[in-house]
C-alpha cells in the first residue's frame, strides 16, 4: 500500500535540493575525488529519464559512489566533516533509489550495502539535525528494496532492519506529530514480510508499545487509565477528523496500518497484544470512535486476524465478549457501509463471536470476565440466583483460580476506575453469603484485609460494597 510522503520530510528534502553545494571546493580539498563529482554532476538537477538512463548505462559507478569499492571509501565516508555534502548525498541517494529501478539491486549485490548509512542514524541527538531522518528514509527505501527482490532475509539486512527500527522508535515518541507520522510510514514500508513483522514484534518493547500509546491517547484513555477504553466513554473529536489526546485521523490511520499489517502474524502477536496492551478492548473503543470507514475497516481486519487462531480463541473471545464487542458490531451493522472489504470482516467476526456466545453459560461469562482483570457491572454480579448456583464452583473450579484473580484485581490501586473494586467487593460479600465456610480461603488470600482496608476508601461506591462485603463477615463471626 502506496503512501503520500510525509510532508515534514519533504520539506526537508526540498530545501536540501534547492541549496548550492562548492563542490569544486571539496575536490581540491581531498573531501570528494573528481569522479566522485562527475558522477554526482551527470545525475544532479537533470531530469528523472536523463537521470535513469545515465545510471542505467553504469550501475556499478553509482554503486562504489554512494557505497565505495575496491578498498575506496564512498562519499558518504569521505565527506563526514562536511554536513552539507552528507544532507545533500542522502537526498540524492534516496532521489536515485526512487527514480532508478534497476539501482536498488546494483546497491544490494555490494558485500555490505548498508555500511555508509547506518552510522548516519546516531550522527546527533539534535532534533533539528536533518541527517538521521534523511538516512532513516534512504535505508527504508533499500531495504524495502530487499525485501521486494527476495523474501529470505539475509543477516546483514536483520540487522540493518533491527538498528533502524530502534531509531523509528524514538521518533515515535516525539511530541510532534508530523515526526511521529515519518516513523509510522517507514514502518508500514518495512513490514512487508514475514520476518520483518516477526523482528518488529521481538522488538515490540522499543516498536508496538508507542504505537499503542497513540492509539491509547485517541481513545481518550492514557497508560494508566483504563476507564475509558472499559467502558466505552466517548472521546472529544479534533477539529481535523481526529480524535482526542492532538491524535489527527492521518496519523490514527498510519499508526492502525501498521498495527494491522503487524497482525498477519496472529498466531504470534494476538495474546501478546491482549496480555500486554489490552488491545481488544482498546480496539472496541476506538471502533465505537472511528471517525471514518476506513480507520473502520483497519480496525475491524485487525480484530479478525488476532481472534481467527485457534491458539488465541480460548482466550481473546471471552475478552471481546466482556468488552461488549458483539453489542457493538450489531450496531455497526445498522451503519450505512459501504466498504465490501469491510463488511466481509464484520459478517466474519460476528459470526465467530456468535459462535462463541452461543456455547457460554452465565458461569463462562463471569469466568471469562474475572480472568480478563477488568471487572464491570454485568448482570451475574447483582444476580442472586447466579450466586447461589455458582458461588461454590467459584471457590473451587481449576484449584480456585478466580478467586485467586479477584484477590489480584483487588490488590491494584484502580485509581482511574474506582468502580473495578466496587464490583469486586460485592463479589466478595456474594462468596461469604453462600459459602460462610469457605471464608478461610478467602482469609487466606487477604481477601478479608483488603476489603476491610477499602471501607477507607474516598469512593462513595466501594466505601458502601466493602461495608457490605465485611457485614457478611461479621453475620458469622462469633462462629468457630
Not at 569521505?78 to 533509489?97: E, W
Not at 514475514?194 to 504505537?211: A, M
Not at 471502533?287 to 485487525?302: D, G, H, Y
Not at 450489531?330 to 459462535?355: F, Q, V
Given at each position: 500500500m502506496s503512501l503520500d510522503p510525509p510532508t515534514y520530510l519533504n520539506s526537508w528534502q526540498n530545501n536540501i535540493r534547492a541549496r548550492p553545494i562548492p563542490w569544486e571546493g571539496a575536490v581540491r580539498t581531498g573531501t570528494i575525488t573528481d569522479n566522485d563529482l562527475k558522477r554526482i554532476k551527470a545525475v544532479d538537477k537533470v531530469r528523472k529519464e536523463q537521470r535513469r538512463q545515465t545510471v542505467e548505462a553504469d550501475p556499478e559507478a553509482y554503486q562504489v559512489l554512494l557505497l565505495g569499492g575496491e578498498g575506496g571509501k564512498s562519499v558518504?565516508?569521505?565527506?563526514?566533516?562536511?554536513?552539507?555534502?552528507?544532507?545533500?548525498?542522502?537526498?540524492?541517494?534516496?532521489?536515485?533509489?526512487?527514480?532508478?529501478?534497476?539501482?536498488?539491486?546494483?546497491?544490494?549485490?555490494?558485500?555490505?550495502?548498508?555500511?555508509?548509512?547506518?552510522?548516519?542514524?546516531?550522527?546527533?541527538?539534535?532534533?533539528?539535525?536533518?541527517?538521521?531522518?534523511?538516512?532513516?528514509?534512504?535505508?527504508?527505501?533499500?531495504?524495502?528494496?530487499?525485501?521486494?527482490?527476495?523474501?529470505?532475509s539475509t543477516p546483514k539486512t536483520d540487522e540493518a532492519l533491527s538498528k533502524l527500527y530502534k531509531y523509528l522508535s524514538g521518533l515515535t515518541k516525539s511530541q510532534d506529530s508530523g515526526v511521529q507520522d515519518?516513523?509510522?510510514?517507514?514502518?508500514?514500508?518495512?513490514?512487508?514480510?514475514?520476518?520483518?513483522?516477526?523482528?518488529?514484534?521481538?522488538?515490540?518493547?522499543?516498536?508496538?508499545?508507542?504505537?499503542?500509546?497513540?492509539l491509547r491517547s485517541?481513545?481518550?484513555?492514557?497508560?494508566?487509565?483504563?476507564?475509558?477504553?472499559?467502558?466505552?466513554?466517548?472521546?472529544?473529536?479534533?477539529?481535523?477528523?481526529?480524535?482526542?489526546?492532538?491524535?489527527?485521523?492521518?496519523?490514527?490511520?498510519?499508526?492502525?496500518?501498521?498495527?494491522?499489517?503487524?497482525?498477519?502474524?496472529?498466531?504470534?502477536?494476538?495474546?501478546?497484544?491482549?496480555?500486554?496492551?489490552?488491545?481488544?478492548?482498546?480496539?472496541?473503543?476506538?471502533?465505537?470512535?472511528?471517525?471514518?470507514?476506513?480507520?473502520?475497516?483497519?480496525?475491524?481486519?485487525?480484530?479478525?486476524n488476532i481472534v481467527t487462531p485457534a491458539s488465541n480463541r480460548t482466550i481473546l473471545l471471552p475478552i471481546a465478549t466482556t468488552a461488549?464487542?458483539?453489542?457493538?458490531?450489531?450496531?455497526?451493522?445498522?451503519?450505512?457501509?459501504?466498504?465490501?472489504?469491510?463488511?466481509?470482516?464484520?459478517?466474519?467476526?460476528?459470526?465467530?463471536?456468535?459462535?462463541?456466545?452461543s456455547s457460554q453459560t452465565t458461569f463462562d461469562e463471569y469466568a471469562s470476565e474475572v480472568l480478563s482483570g477488568h471487572l464491570r457491572w454485568s448482570p451475574p454480579h447483582r444476580d442472586a440466583t447466579f450466586w447461589r448456583d455458582n458461588a461454590r464452583r467459584i471457590l473451587e473450579e481449576n484449584g480456585g483460580e478466580l478467586p485467586k484473580k479477584l484477590s489480584e484485581i483487588m490488590n491494584k490501586g484502580w485509581e482511574s476506575d474506582k468502580q473495578v473494586l466496587a464490583v469486586a467487593c460485592n463479589d466478595v460479600g456474594c462468596l461469604v453469603r453462600e459459602c460462610p465456610e469457605k471464608r478461610s480461603q478467602l482469609e487466606r488470600l487477604g481477601v478479608k484485609a483488603r476489603v476491610m482496608e477499602l471501607m477507607g476508601e474516598a469512593n462513595e461506591a466501594v466505601r458502601w460494597e466493602s461495608l457490605r462485603a465485611v457485614g457478611e463477615w461479621l453475620r458469622y463471626s462469633f462462629e468457630g
Open positions: 558518504l565516508e569521505s565527506s563526514t566533516k562536511r554536513a552539507d555534502i552528507i544532507q545533500y548525498i542522502l537526498v540524492l541517494a534516496g532521489d536515485l533509489i526512487n527514480d532508478v529501478p534497476t539501482l536498488p539491486s546494483a546497491l544490494l549485490d555490494h558485500p555490505d550495502p548498508y555500511k555508509p548509512f547506518l552510522p548516519f542514524l546516531s550522527h546527533s541527538t539534535n532534533p533539528e539535525d536533518p541527517i538521521p531522518l534523511l538516512t532513516s528514509s534512504v535505508l527504508t527505501s533499500l531495504i524495502a528494496s530487499a525485501q521486494t527482490a527476495t523474501p529470505k515519518i516513523a509510522v510510514q517507514e514502518y508500514s514500508s518495512l513490514l512487508k514480510t514475514k520476518k520483518s513483522r516477526e523482528l518488529f514484534w521481538k522488538q515490540r518493547g522499543e516498536t508496538v508499545t508507542p504505537l499503542v500509546d497513540i485517541a481513545a481518550g484513555a492514557s497508560k494508566d487509565n483504563d476507564s475509558t477504553v472499559w467502558s466505552g466513554g466517548s472521546s472529544i473529536r479534533g477539529s481535523d477528523g481526529g480524535l482526542s489526546g492532538g491524535v489527527g485521523l492521518q496519523l490514527l490511520y498510519h499508526v492502525l496500518l501498521v498495527i494491522w499489517q503487524l497482525s498477519f502474524e496472529g498466531t504470534l502477536v494476538g495474546k501478546g497484544l491482549e496480555e500486554e496492551h489490552e488491545i481488544i478492548p482498546l480496539y472496541t473503543s476506538l471502533l465505537r470512535l472511528s471517525p471514518k470507514e476506513k480507520t473502520t475497516r483497519l480496525l475491524l481486519s485487525t480484530l479478525l461488549r464487542l458483539p453489542a457493538l458490531l450489531s450496531n455497526l451493522k445498522g451503519r450505512h457501509l459501504a466498504d465490501p472489504d469491510l463488511l466481509d470482516d464484520l459478517s466474519t467476526l460476528t459470526d465467530l463471536l456468535a459462535e462463541y456466545t
